[in-house]
């Protein structure tokens, strides 16, 4: 999911990535301060500007990374909307074996 905005007054976008990155998670995995977004990882924690994606690996592991590494890394595989009617790119990575 790419963070394409802080959370100006009315935007839930910061608080949607979070709560995504957290659902069924038995401790708290994803925050914001309002400003950027962080994530905890197996190597710390990992921080997320404006314009970075939020990434949830095949083995359920959540990391940020850069446009141009997502960008080099990733294919769109499918355009779909979510059941709150959130746009979701479905992408595979262009190095896994298919």
Same mark, same amino acid.
């Given at each position: ?8 007054? #009315? ?8 709560? %995504? ?9 994803? %925050? ?14 990992? /921080? ?36 709150? #009617?959130?746009?979701?790119?479905? /992408? ?5 074996? /298919?």
């Amino acid at each position: 999911m790419q963070f394409t905005t802080n959370n100006e007054v #009315g935007s839930p976008a910061m608080d949607k990535i979070v709560n %995504w990155a957290n659902q069924g998670k038995g401790e708290c995995i994803a %925050w914001h301060n309002g400003t950027d977004i962080y994530v905890k990882t197996q190597d710390g924690q990992s /921080r997320a500007i404006v314009g970075d994606w939020i990434v949830k690996s095949s083995s359920g592991v959540f990391y940020s990374c850069t446009p141009d590494v997502f960008n080099k890394t990733y294919e769109l595989a499918d355009n779909k909307e979510d059941k709150n #009617g959130y746009k979701q790119e479905i /992408r595979t990575s262009m190095f896994e074996e /298919r």
